[in-house]
């Protein structure tokens, strides 16, 4: 190999590990396929479930090595810590519940973390969380997925630029109806966790979706939110948590905003959309056309961009794998934060800085989050007070 082709070549893939994500979790194999698509990890070792059995046959479904299929996510981290070619990094793909003992034990023994949002279930354990992350020295990347589609980082460059102008208003939607009735009943995996608070935590589908809804709103516009009044609903009977919540947001700077979240609004399959106004033009997005955006400067006829056509600017190019007009969206976010995550790992180990242009969501945004949650809660406890984050 010359001196030119080893400054050009690739690093070498990672050693990726996972918590969680066996037989039956869907979000394993999203994040498995995801850090594969721009071949920057290799998976070679899990903790694929809780029960030793279910998580060695999760393993020889995968093709993992059943000596390195772990019956304990601690036995993982103890094993992979010590050996030469042990795991760098772990995916936690696990119950909401399960993300802080994972986190903290992965990051104690010096291994880089990938964590499945909600970072954690508390905001006080997200605190924590954030402390250790920063005494081990290593990295922590929250896969809010929605924040590596092209057209949103398209948007968050264009309000950045001040396209929009000084904004005022932003509104965010998640909507769902997969839990209109009482999905839990029937068995669900998926279900079952999500509306036990043991498990879940204190949001229903405020911690589900209404996190990635705040975060996405946050992300584009730049802005954080000081304050909200909620309204979380449990419509359907018997349920612990929330199923649908209504609120209204203030935002540092003067942007007022209202974001709506619920799995109970029927005929919705995966609704979620945000819209940004502000004094010199508009912009809406919606996940389920995600190689659009439209853009309306004030007085000016709307304009449709896309991902890849005319009008697409380097920010979307960055994250953009195939030509325009093909569909881009859910797995190839997943791996936009991936690919972004094995760029700071590779800086990491290196000491050398973080390269520029990554905007991958971590500590800051986890936190965030809880907080979001947190005042969601209180605020509706109270009748809607206004609640500060």
């Known amino acids: 190999m010359t001196s030119e082709e080893q400054d050009t070549a690739r690093p070498r893939r990672i050693r990726l590990g996972m918590v969680g994500g066996g037989q039956g979790a869907f979000i394993g194999g999203v994040h498995r396929i995801a850090a594969r698509i721009d071949d920057r990890f290799e998976l070679v070792a899990g903790a694929l479930s809780s029960t030793p059995e279910k998580a060695l046959a999760s393993a020889a479904e995968i093709g993992l090595d059943p000596e ?91 309000v950045a630029a001040g396209d929009l102008g000084t904004i005022r208003m932003v509104h965010a939607e998640y909507i769902q109806d997969w839990l209109a009735d009482r999905a839990e009943d029937t068995g669900s995996k998926q279900a079952g966790w999500r509306v036990d608070p043991a498990k879940a935590g204190a949001g229903g589908s405020i911690g589900d979706i209404g996190t990635h809804a705040h975060n996405l709103a946050c992300f584009v516009t730049g802005l954080k939110v000081e304050r909200l009044s909620a309204d ?20 540092a700077g003067g942007a007022k905003g209202m974001l709506w979240a619920s799995q109970v609004a029927v005929g919705n399959e995966n609704g979620l959309s945000l819209r940004v106004y502000g004094d010199k033009g508009g912009l809406e997005w919606r996940q389920e056309e995600p190689n659009r955006l439209w853009f309306t400067p004030l007085g000016e006829p709307k304009r449709l961009l896309t991902r ?22 859910y797995l190839e976010g997943f791996a936009t934060i991936y690919a972004e995550a ?39 406890q109270n009748d809607g007070a206004w609640t500060a984050l």
């Open 308 to 329: 890849g056509g005319a009008g697409a600017n380097a920010a979307a190019a960055a994250v953009s794998r195939i030509p325009a007009g093909h569909p881009e969206g």
């Open 232 to 251: 979380l609903s449990s419509f359907v009977e018997g349920r612990e948590l929330d199923d649908n919540a209504n609120m209204l947001l203030r935002f």
């Open 342 to 380: 094995a760029e700071l790992i590779h800086a990491s180990d290196a000491g050398e800085a973080p390269p520029d242009g990554l905007a991958l969501p971590a500590l800051a945004d986890g936190i965030d989050g809880l907080a979001f949650i947190e005042a969601c809660v209180a605020s509706s």
């Open 68 to 158: 390195r299929s772990y019956g304990s996510y601690v036995e993982m981290a103890a094993t992979e810590a010590e050996r030469e070619d042990g795991i760098e990094a772990v995916a936690i793909v696990t119950p909401n519940h399960m993300h802080f003992p994972v986190a903290k034990t992965f990051l104690e023994v010096g291994i880089h973390v990938i964590c499945d949002k909600p970072m954690t279930t508390t905001l006080a354990e997200a605190q924590e969380l954030a402390e250790i992350a920063a005494a081990s020295g290593k990295i922590f990347v929250l896969t809010h997925n929605y924040t590596g589609y092209p057209m949103i980082r398209q948007a968050r460059a264009m």
